[in-house]
């Protein structure tokens, strides 16, 4: 799987828009990008994922540029309930694939 | 809605003890994962199984077996707890499809 390269932490003002950034430029063509997130003494909740067309769902946005090489994870109007690690991870979808964590980016959300 | 579910929150076992973690999905997933997590290394991976009675040894398996007798349920096993294993266990399942990884809500294991 692809590594990838994501800042160690973030603020971000509540309400305001939290854009959090993602490198994984040796990413191949069938790995797909995979958002999740860790709110402290929580297990892992997946977020969003795609391959290369830019996703939205009920919680974020996700940007993949055209070159696939980084993403974006867009938190539109960012909670205090919002501050945890988020880790971004690329991998391919096979029988027993599995995800790699790397260390992530703790966003904190500040009122 | 529950998905994913673990056998305790919270654990204290002896060096030495046999140490059972069960962890139950109800999504029918074929993909089942034990990871522990510790301060600064992250999430690492211990074993997994991609269907029933197979598994697959993750990246750190020494000390630890796993049992996948039903396609629901997938055991992690500490044959001898040591005080090293002391750490958050948490247990997750994939399908097939493309789609999300469900993470229970983790077990914090300490050994005296």
């Known amino acids: 799987d692809a590594k990838t390269t994501q800042p160690p932490s973030m603020d971000c003002a509540e309400g305001r828009a939290a854009n959090l950034p993602c490198n994984h430029s040796?990413?191949?063509?069938?790995?797909?990008v995979y958002w999740y997130r860790q709110i402290h003494s929580q297990g892992p909740q997946y977020i969003i994922h795609?391959?290369?067309n830019n996703e939205t769902n009920e919680m974020a946005s996700l940007i993949i540029t055209e070159d696939r090489k980084s993403s974006t994870l867009i938190l539109p109007h960012a909670t205090l309930r919002d501050t945890a690690v988020y880790y971004c991870?690329?991998?391919?979808?096979?029988?027993?694939?599995?995800?790699?964590f790397g260390e992530g980016t703790q966003l904190t959300v500040n009122p | 809605d529950v998905k994913v579910t673990q056998s305790s929150r919270y654990l204290v076992k002896r060096t030495g003890e046999k140490v059972f973690l069960e962890c139950v999905q109800d999504?029918?997933?074929?993909?089942m994962f034990w990871y522990r997590q510790d301060p600064g290394l992250g999430l690492r991976l211990i074993y997994f199984?991609?269907?029933?009675?197979?598994?697959e040894k993750g990246d750190i398996p020494e000390g630890y077996s796993v049992s996948r007798e039903k396609k629901e349920r997938f055991s992690l096993i500490l044959e001898s707890a040591s005080t090293n294993q002391t750490s958050m266990y948490l247990c997750?399942?994939?399908?097939?499809?493309?789609?999300?990884?469900?993470f229970g809500p983790g077990t914090r294991l300490t050994v005296t």
């Open positions: 997750a399942s994939r399908g097939l499809r493309p789609t999300e990884q469900y």
């Open positions: 040796t990413i191949s063509g069938n790995e797909y």
């Open positions: 795609g391959l290369k």
């Open positions: 991870i690329v991998r391919v979808l096979t029988l027993g694939s599995r995800l790699t």
């Open positions: 999504m029918d997933h074929e993909n």
């Open positions: 199984s991609y269907d029933v009675k197979m598994k």
